[in-house]
Nanobody
Framework: VQLQASGGGLVRPGGSLRLSCASSGFSLRAWAVAWFRQAPGKGRQGVAAISSDGRIWTADSVKGRFTISRDNAKNTLYLQMNSLKPEDTAVYFC??????????WGQGTQVTVSS
C-alpha cells in the first residue's frame, strides 16, 4: 500500500490549491480515506474524509471552503482548497482507514498561505 500526496505550495490568502493523493495497493472504493494536517507546534487535525460508499465528513474549520473527492478510475484522492487563510498553513497528509485506525499514511505536502 502506498499513498503519494502532492500539490502543495505557497499561495496568497484567498487563493486556491488542489491536493492529490495517488494511491496504490488498495482500492478507494473499498476503504475510507482522509486528509489530515499538522501545523507547526500543533497536533494533527482531521480535515476531511470520504468513506468507501461515498459519505463525506468535513471539519467545521474548513467547511464551505474545502472539498474532498476521489477518482475511482485513477484511484486518486483530492482536496480542493478555496479561500485559503493563513491558519490553513500546515503539512497535509492523506491516509487510509484500516479499522480500527488509519494504517497507511502519505508523506505529506506543505501548504503555506502567506502574503
Amino acid at each position: 500500500v502506498q499513498l503519494q500526496a502532492s500539490g502543495g505550495g505557497l499561495v496568497r490568502p484567498g487563493g486556491s490549491l488542489r491536493l492529490s493523493c495517488a494511491s496504490s495497493g488498495f482500492s478507494l472504493r473499498a476503504w475510507a480515506v482522509a486528509w489530515f494536517r499538522q501545523a507547526p507546534g500543533k497536533g494533527r487535525q482531521g480535515v476531511a474524509a470520504i468513506s468507501s460508499d461515498g459519505r463525506i465528513w468535513t471539519a467545521d474549520s474548513v467547511k464551505g471552503r474545502f472539498t474532498i473527492s476521489r477518482d475511482n478510475a485513477k484511484n486518486t484522492l483530492y482536496l480542493q482548497m478555496n479561500s485559503l487563510k493563513p491558519e490553513d498553513t500546515a503539512v497535509y497528509f492523506c491516509a487510509k482507514w484500516g479499522r480500527p485506525e488509519y494504517d497507511y499514511w502519505g508523506q505529506g505536502t506543505q501548504v503555506t498561505v502567506s502574503s
